[in-house]
T-cell receptor
Framework: KAGVTQTPRYLIKTRGQQVTLSCSPI?????VSWYQQTPGQGLQFLFE???????NKGNFPGRFSGRQFSNSRSEMNVSTLELGDSALYLC????????????????FGAGSRLTVL | LAKTTQPISMDSYEGQEVNITCSHN???????ITWYQQFPSQGPRFIIQ???TKVTNEVASLFIPADRKSSTLSLPRVSLSDTAVYYC???????????????FGKGTKLSVIP
């Protein structure tokens, strides 16, 4: 079956602009979680959507937001871009989602590499 | 907060068995241990998951001692294509207000030498 698809793969923006990234999960998966990966901070959890509702959230400012549609596709938006937002943004889908036990298995997309100039 | 500690990097020759140990001293009773592999400019890929004792699949083995305060990922007979970063993930941290978040450590960069 098809994997997790993220678009666009690469994009360049300037400070102050906003960006929207898209993630199409594996068919049947209702959970989509988003991550920011940078060389300095590693992989950091942004938030998770499950059946169109934000269920879990990491420690990122309100400039980072997201939503999920009825077909489970998800978008992530970053407003008022800063240089420090340059990163690889990854999304992952799973059937059960982020839970207290970590028993869920995540399937990641290839990521969207954002460069802020 | 279930925090993990792994070696920053490891080197191995092709054909050798590689063992990467992850320390998770404050693992919770319900926590599972999951390992992911990541190649440059790609998303992490699930390798193996376990709760206790030993788990084996076609790619790797996972050894978990009785106290569950550590776990060891074993890769048999590595090849150049196993050069990647390996992440150990333990449970999901409760971040308050009914919210959980996944916490990835820094990972272990494995370099396989011909």
């Amino acid at each position: 079956k098809a994997g997790v698809t993220q678009t666009p793969r690469y994009l360049i923006k300037t400070r102050g602009q906003q960006v929207t990234l898209s993630c199409s999960p594996i068919s049947g998966h209702r959970s989509v979680s988003w991550y920011q990966q940078t060389p300095g901070q590693g992989l950091q959890f942004l938030f998770e959507y499950f059946s169109e509702t934000q269920r879990n959230k990491g420690n990122f400012p309100g400039r980072f937001s997201g939503r999920q549609f009825s077909n489970s596709r998800s978008e992530m938006n970053v407003s008022t871009l800063e240089l420090g937002d340059s990163a690889l943004y990854l999304c992952a889908s799973s059937s059960t989602g982020v839970s207290y036990s970590g028993a869920n298995v995540l399937t990641f997309g290839a990521g969207s590499r954002l460069t802020v100039l | 907060l279930a925090k993990t500690t792994q070696p920053i990097s490891m080197d191995s020759y092709e054909g050798q068995e590689v063992n990467i140990t992850c320390s998770h001293n404050n693992i919770a009773t319900n926590d599972y241990i999951t390992w992911y592999q990541q190649f440059p400019s790609q998303g992490p890929r699930f390798i193996i998951q376990g709760y206790k004792t030993k788990v084996t699949n076609e790619v790797a083995s996972l050894f978990i001692p009785a106290d569950r305060k550590s776990s060891t990922l074993s890769l048999p007979r590595v090849s150049l294509s196993d050069t990647a970063v390996y992440y150990c993930l333990v449970g999901d941290a409760y971040s308050g207000a009914g919210s959980y978040q996944l916490t990835f450590g820094k990972g272990t960069k494995l370099s396989v030498i011909p």
